[in-house]
């Protein structure tokens, strides 16, 4: 059973606006998520983290919210940028687990 | 500073051969994993080491088998490959278990 979804495997977006992806989980006890984003025939790369005792994180362009009551965390970019165009993985982690569980990703393509 | 490397980058296999997959990371990171990849299923954790001399099953382990030859290299086998096993294969390390993990650039594997 996927503890953590992506519910929405693409979008597109115009350069210059915002993307916004979205992340579900079902374990209450994950208290540590991470942004991670793929280019093709390459290893994820880590993008953004949040612990839960935030409810939100920024990074430049990029920020994620988490509202733990909604178990939901989502990521903004602002602006978008051709190449932000990538497979957009989150994951998540409970306090002293040993594992992070990957959703699914979300493909985001990034139109001139 | 290679960061995290794998090799082979793309292997084809037939039916019961077996291969092992390299990983070495040169940050002297403690903790090292080993992850599969497939369609619509996200990353899914197959074995990790949490330090030198330790290896523990992750969510899929079953027709696998892990050594943590030292400090940086950690090398999946597959004993009888079966095409349930083809999938791009991934390696990340981190200084410990729970943080953010750096992941290698993945094997393809393609059994038939």
């Known amino acids: 059973d996927q503890q953590v979804k992506q519910n929405s495997p693409s979008l597109s977006v115009q350069e210059g606006r915002i993307s916004i992806l979205n992340c579900d989980y079902t374990n209450s006890m994950f208290d540590y998520f991470l942004w991670y984003k793929k280019y093709p025939a390459e290893g994820p790369t880590f993008l953004i983290s949040i612990s839960s005792i935030k409810d939100k994180n920024e990074d430049g362009r990029f920020t994620v919210f988490l509202n733990k009551s909604a178990k939901h965390l989502s990521l903004h970019i602002v602006p978008s940028q051709p190449g932000d165009s990538a497979v957009y993985f989150c994951a998540a982690s409970a306090h002293g687990g040993n594992q992070f569980y990957f959703g699914t990703g979300t493909s985001l393509t990034v139109i001139p | 500073n290679a960061g995290v490397t794998q090799t082979p980058k793309f292997q084809v296999l037939k039916t019961g051969q077996s291969m092992t997959l390299q990983c070495a990371q040169d940050?002297?990171?403690?903790?090292m994993y080993w992850y599969r990849q497939d369609p619509g299923m996200g990353l899914r954790l197959i074995y990790y080491s949490a330090s030198e001399g330790t290896t523990d099953k992750g969510e899929v382990p079953n027709g696998y088998n892990v050594s943590r030859l030292n400090k940086r290299e950690f090398s999946l086998r597959l004993e009888s490959a079966a095409p349930s096993q083809t999938s791009v294969y991934f390696c990340a390390s981190t200084m410990s278990l729970g943080e953010t993990q750096y992941f290698g650039p993945g094997t393809r594997l393609l059994v038939l």
């Open positions: 940050m002297n990171h403690n903790s």
